[in-house]
């Protein structure tokens, strides 16, 4: 079962952390120290919580920013789920709360940021925690969360080419191979305000792949896109600011 608490902004974003615990009790424990560390730290949450690694897995969102997960459970450990997540989401801060410490090594294949050992104490839980949101700090907004066929893929901003819209679908031309989705180019173009430009109503490029202008068309990594007569000036002006603030 999914509970949704403390639906609030952390800055431009939210922190959405995903519990992921079979044991009632200490999912209760680790839900109060969640909100503790909101109340000494000033930080906000929202709290989804799942019993079994598998509620979590089925019909996953790259939507999380934390998982605090138990290695052991009933139906799917928190191994394996961690190892599904990563399929499609490269970026989530994943985190292991177990008494089995010899799981550390195997975490490394899952990229998990950190162990807890049980019994949990609020000291080591909120020393943990820092590191955690951090983490995220860092990595927040440099992401977007994409509908692909079969679930949700995360993108880094860096590695987003241009985008292209074509007969109701989106193209996300990366630098590791393209992906169809549904949206707006409108709603993506909210999203990728820093260093993107729509250079027409067809593309939004990443100023840092562009190579060239040549008279009406932008080269970018490779490919010559046109740009319409009314995006030229402005192009022009966001290479030039993003050239100035690009350090050396």
């Not at 009632?24 to 109060?32: F, I, K």
């Not at 799917?76 to 008494?99: C, Y």
């Not at 609020?122 to 079969?150: C, E, N, W």
């Amino acid at each position: 079962m999914l509970l949704q608490k403390n639906q609030v902004t952390w800055g431009n974003y939210m922190i959405s952390i995903a519990l992921v615990e079979d044991d009632r009790h200490y999912s209760d424990e680790l839900t109060a120290y969640l909100h503790r560390y909101e109340q000494e730290t000033g930080e906000r949450f929202q709290i989804s919580v799942f019993s079994d690694g598998d509620e979590i897995v089925e019909k996953y969102t790259a939507s999380y920013h934390i998982i605090l997960m138990d290695i052991e459970m009933k139906l799917m450990d928190g191994m394996s789920a961690a190892e599904e997540i990563r399929k499609t989401d490269r970026e989530v801060v994943i985190m292991f709360i177990t008494n089995m410490p010899q799981y550390a090594m195997k975490g490394y294949q899952v990229d998990a940021l950190d162990y807890i050992l049980k019994p949990v104490s609020y000291p080591v839980f909120k020393q943990r925690m820092d590191r955690a949101v951090k983490r995220v700090s860092l990595k927040t907004h440099h992401y977007i969360a994409i509908p692909v066929k079969g679930g949700i893929r995360r993108l880094g901003a860096e590695e987003i080419v241009y985008v292209e819209i074509s007969i109701h679908e989106l193209l996300f031309h990366t630098v590791d191979g393209d992906f169809t989705s549904t949206g707006s180019m409108k709603r993506v173009e909210g999203q990728l305000k820093d260093g993107f430009y729509r250079c027409n109503k067809c593309y939004l490029i990443n100023l840092q792949y562009v190579d060239a202008m040549q008279s009406n068309d932008v080269v970018v990594n490779g490919q010559t896109l046109q740009v319409s007569r009314a995006k030229k000036k402005g192009l022009l002006e966001a290479l030039n600011k993003y050239m100035n603030e690009v350090p050396e």
